[in-house]
């Protein structure tokens, strides 16, 4: 018993349900034992003297058979609950029967009643022991009264009955409570390693839960810092556009005016006016993250947006750029304006990861599994550290000297508001390869409803 | 013969001098007429004594928005030609050039080649147009 119940508190886990203990297991076996051997006697001395096989044989056959089918239930714990009761007074009357087989109230097989007894204590409670006990000394007594002379009872088997009620009765009680006190301790014990479970669950999910709420903290936080930001930026950027224009206009009437005369002065210009235009670009980025522009789809030829993209952003020197534009390439359903801005910003992230030199592969194919659209550029420059490909995509994160790090994160929501997605792939040493899919132009009847809901939660 | 003769005339609407400098420089130039209002309502001032063949309103400026300026010029010269500028690009802006009765949107920063061509064709329009009644 002690055994199972260090087993029990060391396991640890879900308690396992309360079925047979160890005494139980011992019990059933001697009563197995006891009982064959018993049979066996019994058998033995029937054959003595006898040569052809009677009933008895047949009924001692079919009683042992029983015997060793009950013995491994027992053993295996399969007994059902209900029929414990029953099968222990049929023991005791099949221990009457072999007392009385045996030659009555003086034969040594009355022992055999202590098997049942004794498993009534165990595997009963304590007033099924006892009235077990009582059952089988009025049975013992019953085979007295039968088998004895006459109908008269001699004063010997009146004791020999008495005495055994009394040491029966005893036995059954005093195994009845030093059984309940062990089941008892055992239950008390399975609760308590119950509990020691329950706490350390308990403690585990209170753990994760104030993870998950610094974690949504730390997210509200950033969120909400994000917005501040997104705020100012944007009304800062709107109104950086106004003295941009007037400078864009201030170099337009310069170029006409005396750039037609002077290299220099007209190189000058140009300067200003590609300077004007990187601000713009700036101001754009800023002003789609803080104010997001909605975006209205329409089928459009992904190739052609490419190679215009390409013609209007020629590579810095030291870099080339190869085209592989896929044959049969469905129309895609975007915003071309956006989708626009998106390839613009990937490539010009492409040129400017390779100041040395290298090449950037734009490749366009249709996609078999999502049935749409799919553009990749790939660039040989020295690719993304591991520890940020996570981070990539994040407000802020930039590995720029320059650069405010809106891009990435705006292309994620301009493609993501028209059904695409983006992703970056980079194997060390190898560059860095950003892959943009994108809704092919059929999809657009049935879900004309997404572009309604198309602002970013931010 | 005298008509065909007056320059083109160009209405800029801008709160801001320098855009207003600037865009008449560059229109002046080339050999156009610019009038420049800093609001709305000096806009409708000039509209209510010169003849405007074409217009360029900012949208965003204290008082009158582009829209409502639109609104009211094209009530008093119905035969100019309005167009809204616009720095962002706002379902508001578009709405208001609808509602204006404007021929276009023009982002800021301008398209300056693309301004300059409205205005000669427009001139040309006119110019069209005055050569048929010319005729009759």
Redesign the interface.
């Known amino acids: 018993m002690a055994s199972t119940t260090a087993a029990t508190a060391k396991s640890g886990s879900i308690a396992t349900p309360f079925t047979i203990t160890t005494a139980e297991r011992c019990v059933a076996f001697s009563r197995g034992v006891v009982f064959l051997t018993s049979l066996a006697m019994l058998e033995g001395e029937a054959l003595i003297g006898r040569q052809p096989l009677s009933l008895l044989d047949a009924v001692i056959l079919v009683v042992a058979l029983y015997v060793v089918g009950t013995a491994i239930l027992s053993l295996l714990g399969r007994e059902r609950p209900g029929l414990q009761l029953p099968l222990l007074v049929a023991d005791m009357l099949l221990v009457t029967g072999i007392i009385y087989l045996a030659g009555g109230i003086y034969s040594e097989y009355y022992l055999l009643y202590y098997v049942p007894i004794l498993q009534a204590s165990v595997r009963l409670n304590f007033r099924d022991a006892i009235a077990s006990a009582i059952l089988s000394s009025g049975l013992y007594m019953a085979v007295g009264l039968s088998t004895g002379p006459d109908t008269l009872i001699p004063v010997k088997a009146q004791l020999r009955a008495g005495t055994f009620a009394a040491s029966a009765t005893f036995m059954a009680a005093f195994f009845a409570l030093l059984n309940r006190e062990a089941r008892s301790y055992m239950e008390r014990s399975r609760e308590m390693s119950e509990l020691a479970d329950a706490l350390a669950a308990k403690n585990r999910e209170l753990q994760e839960k104030t993870r998950q709420l610094a974690e949504a903290q730390e997210y509200l936080v950033a969120r909400e810092r994000l917005a501040a930001i997104g705020e100012l930026a944007g009304s800062v950027g709107h109104e950086l556009r106004n003295p941009l224009g007037v400078i864009r206009n201030v170099a337009y009437y310069l170029r006409k005016q005396v750039g037609g005369e002077d290299a220099d002065v007209a190189e000058m210009i140009d300067l200003m006016d590609a300077q004007v235009s990187i601000c713009d670009r700036t101001i754009a980025a800023l002003l789609d993250f803080a104010r997001p522009e909605r975006a209205s789809p329409e089928p459009a030829d992904i190739n052609q947006i490419v190679t215009e993209l390409v013609a209007s952003n020629p590579p810095p020197t030291g870099v080339t750029i190869r085209l592989a534009l896929g044959h049969d390439l469905p129309l895609a359903y975007v915003d071309r304006h956006q989708i626009g801005e998106v390839f613009d910003n990937i490539l010009c992230n492409a040129y400017q990861a390779m100041p040395g030199g290298g090449e950037v592969r734009v490749r366009t194919s249709s996609e078999v599994e999502t049935d749409g659209v799919c553009v990749e550029f790939a660039d040989t420059g020295p690719g993304i550290p591991s520890g940020n490909l996570a981070r990539i995509f994040d407000p802020l994160f930039t590995t720029k000297a320059k650069g405010i790090g809106l891009g990435l994160v705006v292309c994620k929501r301009l493609v993501e508001r028209q059904g695409g997605g983006i992703s970056v792939h980079c194997e060390a040493g190898q560059g860095a390869t950003f892959t943009v899919r994108l809704r092919r132009a059929e999809e657009e009847a049935n879900e004309t409803d997404d572009q309604a809901d198309g602002g970013p939660d931010c | 013969m005298r008509l065909m003769t007056r320059p083109t005339a160009v209405l800029i609407v801008d709160d801001?001098a320098?855009?207003r400098l600037?865009?008449r420089?560059?229109i002046e130039?080339e050999g156009h007429t610019v009038f420049a209002a800093q609001d709305g309502s000096e806009a409708l001032d000039i509209a209510a004594r010169e003849a405007i063949d074409i217009a360029f309103i900012d949208h965003k400026m204290v008082g009158m928005t582009g829209g409502d300026t639109c609104t009211a010029l094209h009530r008093l010269q119905p035969e100019a030609e309005l167009y809204v500028m616009t720095?962002?690009?706002s379902?508001e802006a578009a709405e208001a050039a609808v509602a204006g009765g404007t021929a276009g949107i023009l982002y800021?920063?301008?398209d300056?080649d693309r301004l300059l061509t409205l205005i000669t064709d427009r001139a040309a329009r006119r110019r069209e147009r005055n050569a048929e009644k010319e005729g009759h």
Do not use: E, H, Q, S
């Open positions: 801001d320098g855009m600037t865009l420089r560059i130039r720095a962002y690009v379902p800021k920063p301008l300056i």
